[in-house]
T-cell receptor, first 113, second 116 residues
């Protein structure tokens, strides 16, 4: 079945450091891939998405590239801010469903001033 | 433009009681999804509803759990005879369509259920 694996946290960085959060997936065909962010006490917000191989999703300085050959969708940001502290979820929608989001377990990011 | 509303935000129930969670989708959205987040885990799909119809309940436990989305009013997730293992955050999401490429689900803030 479809699944998502992401690196365990917490990830602790200093402000302005480079961020990478790894995400790999298992799915047949070409799923749609997503990164969601959850700030403390809030619901999930869509951060970025990619729907086909080699697509790059980007938003608010975050980027992720859909790599079919490595079944990966790693999240990157060149310079993190304290306000980026949150839990980040990688997710997919498989080709067998148009709506069923399958989430990774989440990675908590803590950015220190 | 109000987002997805969920209430209550926090709910405490004793074992054996009923829990009723409400979700009002974004204005103009007719597709509602419920997800459950157990501690330290990702969200797991439970059920997908449209007005007056359950489209996919493949993620719902077979017993004690039910969901509805009536013609008028919010969607309701009902858990009867709660047990400690039901303690989790329950998130509702809504979308304007269910098409795979166009679908974007907007999430509410969640209801955190604690069973004592």
């Amino acid at each position: 079945g479809n699944s998502v694996t992401q690196m365990e946290g917490p990830v602790t960085l200093s402000e302005e450091a480079f961020l990478t959060i790894n995400c790999t997936y298992t799915a047949t065909g070409y799923p749609s891939l997503f990164w969601y962010v959850q700030y403390p006490g809030e619901g999930l917000q869509l951060l970025l998405k990619a729907t086909k191989a080699d697509d790059k999703g980007s938003n608010k300085g975050f980027e992720a590239t859909y790599r079919k050959e490595t079944t990966s969708f790693h999240l990157e940001k060149g310079s993190v801010q304290v306000s980026d502290s949150a839990v980040y979820f990688c997710a997919l929608v498989g080709m067998d469903s148009s709506y069923k989001l399958i989430f990774g377990s989440g990675t908590r990011l803590l950015v220190r001033p | 433009n109000a987002g997805v509303m969920q209430n209550p935000r926090h709910l405490v129930r004793r074992r054996g009681q009923e829990a009723r969670l409400r979700c009002s989708p974004m204005k103009g959205h007719s597709h509602v999804y419920w997800y459950r987040q157990l501690p330290e885990e990702g969200l797991k799909f439970m059920v997908y509803l449209q007005k007056e119809n359950i489209i996919d309940e493949s993620g719902m436990p077979k017993e004690r759990f039910s969901a509805e989305f009536p013609k008028e009013g919010p969607s309701i997730l009902r858990i009867q005879q709660v047990v400690r293992g039901d303690s989790a955050a329950y998130f509702c999401a809504s979308s304007g369509t269910s098409g795979r490429l166009e679908n974007e689900q907007y999430f509410g803030p969640g209801t955190r259920l604690t069973v004592t």
